[in-house]
């Protein structure tokens, strides 16, 4: 049963964790700043402890007080918050977002998510939350109230439901340090949309700055086996685009990317419980979404890095 804004309060106040809805994925949440409640989400999750988590805020006035913005990670913020994209900047307040947070790094991850739900708890909570997907590590995120419950609800005090969320794939995380800015992981706010506010993104270290990138993720019990042209006997096909299969399984039977990412995680889900001998997908273009698409897919498959 979903909580109201006060019982997640009182909780998150007592150190407690809660199943929060975002409009990418549903997250875990507890006090940024308070240390033993960071430390029952790593517990929960069973996430590696070098693995940084983001903090959540309300607006870009919170987000100025956590991290050190310039003009570029400012300029990011203006055009895509609230929503979902998360910047990577040089730590402000280090207690505000405690040590084992942040993994001990001088660097801290903010957004302001886009679903009014999330916002109002920050808001009314007054102090950031730090959320990580509310999947157990390695496992598809949960994009629904029940997939969320079901994954970590046995560690929450109080669970919201938000409904379904709507794009379905976590936020595009960039950092924006020493004057570069990164893509450090796909997401629904594309390469070519960040592109247009801040030019090029930098193409050195990508990929490799953002320690959660190191581990397997995303993947159902079942072997995931991409861009399939043809299905094996047993598997269940998720499709992509006319004529691709069952469209009961399809990601979006029209070929749209916005619904695929949206479909994605729960239809991995989904399939996993019909306990197939393997699961395949239809290839998806690379272009625009289709990289976060494409990036969640090859992790499930198993290739890392
Ligand atoms: O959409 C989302 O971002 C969801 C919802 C709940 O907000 N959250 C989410 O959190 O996906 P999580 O913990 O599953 O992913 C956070 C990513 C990880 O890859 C982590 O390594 C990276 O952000 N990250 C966090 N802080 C970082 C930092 N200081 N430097 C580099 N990468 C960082
Ligand atoms: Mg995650």
Redesign the pocket.
Known sequence: MSASDAEAVAVLSAGGLVILP?E????LAADAGDARAVAAIFEAKGRPRF????A?VADAVQAGAVAVFDGRAQALAEAFWPG?L?I?APVRDRTGVCDLA?AG?D???V?V?GHARARALISAFGRPLV???ANRSGRPSPTTFADAVEETGFAAGAALDGGACAVGV??T?V?VLDGRVTL??PGSVTREELEAVVGPLDRGGEGH?????LTLHYAPDAPVRIEAQTVRDGEILLGFGPGAGDPRWSLSPSGDLREAAANLFRRLREADRERPSGIAVSPIPAQGLGEAINDRLRRAAGFVG
């Open positions: 975002t990418t994925v549903y997250g693995n940084p988590l983001i959540h979902p998360t990577v942040r790094l660097s801290v991850a957004r998510p959320a990580p997907s976590e936020s995380v950092s450090l992981r700055r953002s320690p959660g990138r």
